[in-house]
């Protein structure tokens, strides 16, 4: 059978793990040799017991956990070209000319460069005569399928990303506990939301919990927003409204471009309305916690598709990766997706906040 390994890079996510059972089973049902590359691109560089040969109950019992019981890393390793070398001679030694990579933007360009090197580092291993000719012959084409793990719900293409929606019952389950104590000493609470450069987090979370007010990047906050923001509340507490919820996402910004941070906007709520202000941080407790029905559902869908991608792929086919188009599992060109994503991300730093938001489209 072919020789197929999985490994998941970068921030963890709830739902990678439904993902990598899925890999793993789709690619046992199709007759591959499947692998588990532990800690992501280090284990592929490290080689030796952090690339394991999976089985059908390797995979048992895991669907259900938060995180990704194969590890991940951010790799410096990688970034080198010896370190691909090694990750490269790792490969073939084990028959592996299939990836599938669960990760964010980052790690799935890692995936492509790799791909793109492929035939030089295999020429390079010949010459020092780590792999033998048969070998460079047998394993000539590396395959990437890839898969986006993230809880930003940042990548272009998708509607949604792997642990999206996981991290958002953990904000709403937190909101709504905080809810319940900002009521009884009618208190604002300013709350902190993780996001890194997108504020779809911080807007779902914002609709989901009648917040007040919210501060993301994409939109960033007018001005005169102390204002603003301080006649909404009082509005608010006018008309018999007891607490206030205010959603602040990490990468909040104003016009200017300068962040807006939770401390600030509690600053401003204290000294022009007197309230009882408290903040609350969520951090990494978004991202951790047992995946949604919706997240086990995605990585299952996904993974599956990937494993089929693979095993269609030609030798001229270009990398994949698996997004969600409404409810359809559906395979997009990986490079053009990481492109967008990166004109998004050029598109902010210009402070040309329209065009971020029309490039990013339906993710
Ligand atoms: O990309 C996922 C994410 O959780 C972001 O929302 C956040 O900014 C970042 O990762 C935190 O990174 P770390 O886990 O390295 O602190």
Request: net charge neutral.
């Amino acid at each position: 059978g072919k020789g197929l390994a999985v490994f998941t890079s970068g921030g963890d996510s709830q739902g990678m793990n439904a993902a990598v059972r899925s890999v793993v089973r789709m690619g046992i049902y199709l007759g591959c040799k499947v692998y588990f590359i532990r800690e992501g691109y280090q284990g592929m560089v490290d080689g030796g017991d952090n690339i394991e040969e999976a089985n059908w109950s390797s995979v048992s019992s895991i669907i259900h956990k938060g995180g990704t019981i194969i590890g991940s890393a951010r790799c410096m390793d990688f970034i080198k070209r010896e370190g691909r070398l090694k990750a490269a001679h790792n490969l073939v030694t084990r028959g592996i000319t299939n990836l599938v990579v669960i990760g964010g933007d980052g790690s799935l360009t890692g995936a492509n460069l790799f791909r793109q090197e492929w035939a030089s580092l295999l020429d390079e291993l010949l010459e020092n005569n780590k792999i033998t000719k048969d070998q460079r012959e047998k394993y000539k084409f590396l395959h990437i399928a890839g898969m986006v793990g993230s809880i930003d719900n940042d990548f272009c293409g998708t509607d949604m990303t792997i642990g999206t929606d996981s991290a958002l019952h953990r904000i709403i389950e937190a909101i709504d506990a905080i809810v319940s104590t900002a009521y009884s000493h009618q208190r604002t609470f300013i709350m902190e939301v993780m996001g890194r450069h997108c504020g779809f987090l911080a807007v779902y979370t914002s609709l989901c919990t009648d917040a007040t007010y919210s501060f993301i990047c994409e939109d960033p906050a007018p001005l005169n927003w102390e204002q603003k923001m301080c006649a909404k509340i009082q509005e608010e507490r006018k008309s018999g409204q007891r607490l206030n919820i205010i959603i602040v996402a990490e990468g909040a910004i104003d016009r200017e471009g300068k962040p807006i941070t939770a401390e600030m906007v509690k600053k401003v709520v204290v000294d022009n309305l007197q309230q009882d202000t408290r903040i609350t941080v969520l951090g990494h407790v978004q991202r951790g916690g047992s995946p949604s029905a919706f997240d086990r559902i995605l990585g299952c869908r996904m993974g599956a598709e990937a494993v089929m991608a693979l095993m269609e792929a030609t030798p001229e086919t270009e990398p994949c990766v698996v997004t969600l188009d409404g409810n359809q599992a559906v395979r997009l060109p990986l490079m053009e997706c990481v492109r967008r994503t990166k004109a998004v991300a050029q598109a902010m730093a210009d402070k040309n906040w329209d065009l971020a938001v029309q490039l990013r489209g339906r993710s």
